[in-house]
T-cell receptor, first 112, second 117 residues
Framework: GENVGLHLPTLSVQEGDNSIINCAYS??????FIWYKQESGKGPQFIID?????DKRQGQRVTVLLNKTVKHLSLQIAATQPGDSAVYFC???????????FGSGTQLTVLP | DVKVTQSSRYLVKRTGEKVFLECVQD?????MFWYRQDPGLGLRLIYF???????EKGDIPEGYSVSREKKERFSLILESASTNQTSMYLC????????????????FGPGTRLLVL
């Protein structure tokens, strides 16, 4: 099976600073990774994904880094804004599994 | 844009009632999922479906059943609601990829917050 965990349940950053949210997974066969953002009272929203044949992928203000050696995934948000305040969680798919395994989430709070 | 809708945002039911949660997606996705989300426990998979009239148990199927009569619609049924089924219920859908894998990115609905009294 797969175990997925986030390093910190909460993270507070100053507006304008960069945010880094981390995720660890256990199955070395995992080959597809997704980051979701969930605002209060809403469903999770897809942010960015990455496959195991890559170690970095960039979107608009977001970057996902994948370190397969230590089975670690991170989401970097540049110039964090108040609208970035939400719960962020990773989801991992391993080649033999038929379903995603989700981490429990990190609550990001952006301070003025 | 992918759109996944759920029939209710908030529901209040009494113990023992039969509860139907409906989910509809408009992107012709083959795969549909039902999760519940509870504080500290993250998302837990209840049931999923890879095709019409097909269903498979997830991690916590007890007390639930599902129905997929049409490709775009996936229903979650609580046969006899109990207080421990008070939760946020999330529906999701995804394409079946050409690689033969059953899952890629899942797109979620807004959720239904169910309170069982």
């Amino acid at each position: 099976g797969e175990n997925v965990g986030l390093h910190l349940p909460t993270l507070s950053v100053q507006e304008g600073d960069n945010s880094i949210i981390n995720c660890a997974y256990s199955n070395s066969a995992s080959d597809y990774f997704i980051w979701y953002k969930q605002e209060s009272g809403k469903g999770p929203q897809f942010i960015i994904d990455i496959r195991s044949n890559m170690d970095k992928r960039q979107g608009q203000r977001v970057t996902v880094l994948l370190n397969k050696t230590v089975k670690h995934l991170s989401l970097q948000i540049a110039a964090t804004q108040p609208g970035d305040s939400a719960v962020y969680f990773c989801a991992v798919l391993s080649g033999s599994a038929r379903q995603l395994t989700f981490g429990s989430g990190t609550q990001l709070t952006v301070l003025p | 844009d992918v759109k996944v809708t759920q029939s209710s945002r908030y529901l209040v039911k009494r113990t023992g009632e039969k509860v139907f949660l409906e989910c509809v997606q408009d992107m012709d996705h083959e795969n549909m999922f039902w999760y519940r989300q509870d504080p500290g426990l993250g998302l837990r998979l209840i049931y999923f479906s890879y095709d019409v009239k097909m269903k498979e148990k997830g991690d916590i199927p007890e007390g639930y059943s599902v129905s997929r009569e049409k490709k775009e619609r996936f229903s979650l049924i609580l046969e006899s609601a109990s207080t421990n089924q008070t939760s946020m219920y999330l529906c999701a859908s995804s394409f079946r990829t050409n690689l033969g894998r059953n899952q890629e990115t899942q797109y979620f609905g807004p959720g239904t917050r169910l309170l069982v009294l």
